[in-house]
């Protein structure tokens, strides 16, 4: 009896490679999965069936992980504003946390004794699915063919060619990945320090040049209407958002960071949605929530985006983070009012029944209705008493008598 094994499939050469490799050369029964983050259409996923069956596998499995995706991890990126480096929402590496648990999940169900993934041993994605498998599935045994080969692209076609496999070599100018939280796009250009992508690169041109008003509505921290119109899940929200921002030009970015593997990478990507909200919620923040909520935030996300980066989404720690963020949401509910120009936006103000910001307790800078002058005099020589008693204390005084 053959053994199972289920294989992350997408379709593209290195899986196709892997579905021919594991049935012809080692005898397995192939069971392919593609897990859809929500950057698939039915007509795609249809097409990825057909070619899964046509390199022989013995069946296919599509798991929609969109709503859960958001459940379990996108919303906790908008609840902690998390940019990586100040710039990628983590479109991406969220992505492949979800799927690689997906897979094991699945592996699980279906009794296989092996997983096996198309990863080369160059970059983040091996470590991320190999390790979420030896946490969930650590009795699995893990196979990658394409790293344990060491096969370069053009072994990989002839190989291919060989068992009668035809499809198009050609190998895009540009690799694309999509999903709900965003489009990452590598090319020659990311393989330098010092090029921009050029326009045809970005997957979504632009089309839109008239400046567009939005009202975001967000509800303890998440996006659940835009204009007048609500939506049943903020997965619904995002795609709205994203066709309404995405012809702008809107979240176009190279972002450069340091991968789990130990080397600096870029990557370009679109991400328009994503920004948006990110940089709306975040305007609602600062004026509901208190000084030391944001400042506590802003360690614990920067934490948090960072480790799941590194595929660390199981570390228990993770749960700790999010019932955190969680719980500083209670509050985060209001309008945020949007200014969608060519390439760039605006976050023009916001309205909230929760906001601090509020004139009964007096206007910054002008008048203020809750305290007289004589009490912040007391404040302020009380604020700083234990500082100027430092500086009392380890200032050097002159020697008594002066100088002779």
């Known amino acids: 009896m053959k053994k199972k094994v289920v294989l992350a499939y997408s379709g593209g050469l290195d899986t196709s490679f892997c579905c021919i490799y594991l049935t012809r050369d080692l005898g397995y029964e192939v069971h392919s999965v593609i897990v859809n983050t929500g950057g698939f259409s039915d007509d795609e996923l249809k097409g990825v069936e057909e070619r899964a069956y046509q390199m022989g596998v013995t069946s296919h499995h599509v798991v929609d992980e969109t709503e859960n995706f958001y459940n379990t991890c996108v919303r906790f990126l908008i609840y902690g504003n998390v940019l990586k480096n100040n710039t990628y929402p983590l479109s991406v590496s969220a992505e492949r946390v979800s799927q690689a648990t997906a897979i094991a999940n699945y592996a699980k169900e279906i009794g296989a004794e092996s997983v096996a993934h198309g990863s080369t041993g160059a970059g983040n994605d091996q470590v991320r699915f190999d390790m979420i498998f030896n946490i969930l599935v650590p009795e699995v045994q893990i196979i990658t063919p394409i790293r344990d080969l060491k096969l370069s692209r053009e072994a990989e076609i002839e190989y ?27 090319g020659k250009e990311t393989l330098t320090s010092n090029l921009g992508l050029p326009e045809e690169a970005w997957p979504t041109q632009v089309t839109e040049s008239a400046p567009k008003n939005l009202e975001l509505v967000f509800k303890q921290g998440e996006l659940i209407g835009i204009d007048d119109k609500k939506y049943d899940h903020p997965t ?21 960071g340091d991968t789990i593997i130990g080397i600096k990478g870029r990557v370009g990507f679109e991400a328009a949605a994503p920004m948006v909200i990110i940089k709306a919620h975040h305007t609602l923040e600062k004026h509901v929530l208190t000084k030391w909520q944001l400042s ?23 749960r700790n983070i999010e019932a955190f963020l ?13 200014e969608l120009h060519p390439y760039r936006f605006q976050v023009v103000g916001i309205e909230s029944d929760h906001d601090l910001m509020s004139n009964k307790f007096g206007s910054y800078g002008e008048m203020n209705n809750s305290w007289s002058g004589e009490d912040v005099k007391g404040f302020s020589k009380i604020f700083g008493n234990q500082v100027m008693i430092y500086h009392k204390v380890n200032t050097p005084q002159p020697p008594e008598g002066g100088a002779e």
Do not use: C
């Open 236 to 256: 619904k929200a995002i795609q709205a958002l994203q066709a309404i921002a995405q012809p702008y030009g809107i979240g176009r970015d190279i972002h450069v």
């Open 160 to 186: 291919l060619k060989k068992h009668g496999v035809e499809m198009n070599f050609e190998k895009a100018k540009y690799s694309i990945n999509k999903g709900i939280w965003g489009t990452s796009v590598g």
């Open 326 to 338: 969680a719980d500083t949401q209670k509050n985060v509910s209001g309008k945020v009012f949007v």
């Open 296 to 318: 506590w935030k802003d360690q614990l996300s920067s934490f948090y985006g960072n480790w799941l980066h590194e595929g660390q989404f199981h570390d228990p720690i993770m």
